[in-house]
């Protein structure tokens, strides 16, 4: 047994408000089902995001009609989900126009019971289950699937109480998965759940094979007795969804290959990549001086592409005319983004400390409020200096050192001790007239450095 496994594919985006590239995404869903077509395969898997919206054009509609009569012309059956992009929460959407002209047949929670030669259904609780079916040779599947749903939902409805697999069978999600996301991306904290919506201990069980969507970048993996697979996105998705990257090390631009973009043939559930030819996004990344930059960017412009959207990431630390890279770079689509930050130095050369190291809280609150142009906040700066905070201390001011460790030449002598008694009752005295001062409120406005004088 034989099936295509393709996800994200995004008909109707213009992306960076580009009509071509709208273009370009259909053409790269004709190429798809074309090569499909020729490997001959029983049929064919969409796990989400046929559609950028959930509301697709007429004109969208129209290419995924045409396109997708080319495996109905060659009696290949198309099971489909819907992915966050396309999803309604209607009753009908153009997921159900397609079905309707027998096109591809929607699986998953549906309110209504379908049966025929490729759809069956079970009934759980308000709701009805809907599965694909296929048989060929003696051999049968059963293709299951989920829309995307939300991580609220998920944690309310398991998975494993909805999907329990009896033979060989197919589950499709259009789904974030924790882990897998991890092993590609970086680690994601708990807290930004917008980038997951499942663990891995929340899969069901028993399937010879996961066909995911979502994820824009082709994984594969083994979970329990199957195969987890994305095929990642037909186009482009972004600059992070580069083919290759340069980054500038001071010396030289050191490249980096991206990922390839495609989709899967799977044959016994084994899985196998077939790559698409796309447009080129190549990501670059430069700090350096304007001559610096200009010289290089110039020798790397002869490795990219004319075809290629490009993304320039400028930094240094005075501002430079950057429209001379538009020259320099003669390629379909550029994009310069820049970045340009003035280090102060101190007089050895380091960088200056972070004012939190020298002030205290309170003096950083204080310099706040009275760095505002138009400066209002005169009981508020009151309240600062009249209230707590005032031992707390910087974090670099320098510790005063334990009587025990001074050296002899630094320990108090006998008329140290004298003069500290005079003045601490010099200082008991000037607090005593504070204290009567304190307990006369300011009057606002321009009164307040009086009163801090010591003028009523």
Same mark, same amino acid.
């Given at each position: ?146 829309? #995307?749903?939300?991580?609220? $939902? ?9 999907? @329990? ?29 917008? #980038? ?40 482009? $998705? ?77 930094? $240094? ?55 505002? @142009? ?83």
């Amino acid at each position: 047994m034989r099936f295509a496994h393709l996800a994200d594919i995004h008909l109707g985006f213009e992306q960076y408000r580009l009509p071509y590239r709208a273009e370009e995404f259909a053409q790269a869903f004709r190429k798809t089902i074309e090569k499909v077509v020729e490997e001959k395969v029983d049929f064919i898997l969409i796990a989400g995001d046929l559609f950028h919206q959930s509301r697709p054009s007429p004109e969208t509609i129209k290419e995924a009609i045409e396109i997708l009569s080319i495996p109905k012309e060659n009696g290949i059956p198309v099971f489909a989900i819907e992915g966050n992009h396309d999803r309604t929460q209607r009753r009908i959407s153009a997921y159900h126009l397609i079905e309707s002209l027998d096109l591809l047949y929607l699986v998953g929670l549906r309110e209504e019971k379908v049966e025929n030669e490729y759809l069956t259904s079970e009934k759980i609780g308000g709701k009805y289950l809907v599965k694909g079916v296929f048989e060929r040779g003696g051999k049968s599947v059963e293709i299951h699937g989920l829309k #995307y749903m939300s991580a609220a $939902w998920l944690e309310r409805n398991r998975l494993s109480d909805i999907f @329990k697999p009896e033979s060989d069978a197919i589950l499709m999600l259009h789904q974030g998965i924790k882990e897998l996301i991890e092993r590609m991306m970086g680690v994601i904290p708990e807290s930004q759940r917008d #980038y997951f919506e499942l663990k891995m201990e929340d899969l069901p069980k028993g399937y010879v094979y996961y066909a995911l969507g979502h994820i824009h970048r082709r994984f594969e993996t083994n979970y329990d007795i199957g195969k987890v697979v994305y095929p990642g996105s037909l186009q482009r $998705w972004d600059f992070g969804d580069y083919e290759l990257r340069y980054r500038w090390d001071g010396r030289a631009f050191k490249p980096k290959a991206g990922i390839e973009k495609g989709f899967y043939i799977v044959e016994d559930f084994e899985p196998r990549f077939v790559e698409l030819k796309v447009r080129p996004f190549v990501d670059i990344r430069i700090e350096a001086d304007e001559e610096t930059a200009k010289r290089e960017i110039k020798r790397l412009s002869t490795k990219i592409p004319s075809e290629a959207f490009v993304r320039l990431d400028l930094k $240094w630390e005075r501002p430079f005319d950057v429209s001379t890279f538009r020259d320099l770079l003669d390629v379909k689509y550029l994009y310069i983004r820049t970045r340009f930050e003035r280090k102060l130095k101190t007089a050895k050369g380091g960088e200056l400390p972070r004012p939190s190291e020298y002030f205290l809280p309170v003096e950083l609150k204080a310099i706040e409020l009275t760095g505002e @142009k138009k400066f209002e906040a005169v009981d508020a700066v009151v309240e600062l200096f009249l209230g707590e905070g005032w031992d707390e201390k910087p974090k670099n001011k320098p510790r005063e050192k334990p009587e025990e460790k001074l050296k002899d030449e630094e320990k108090p002598t006998e008329k140290d001790e004298i003069s500290e008694k005079r003045e601490a009752k010099k200082l008991e005295k000037v607090e005593k007239k504070e204290e009567t001062k304190a307990k006369v409120k300011p009057k606002k406005g321009s009164d307040l450095l009086a009163w801090l004088g010591g003028e009523r």
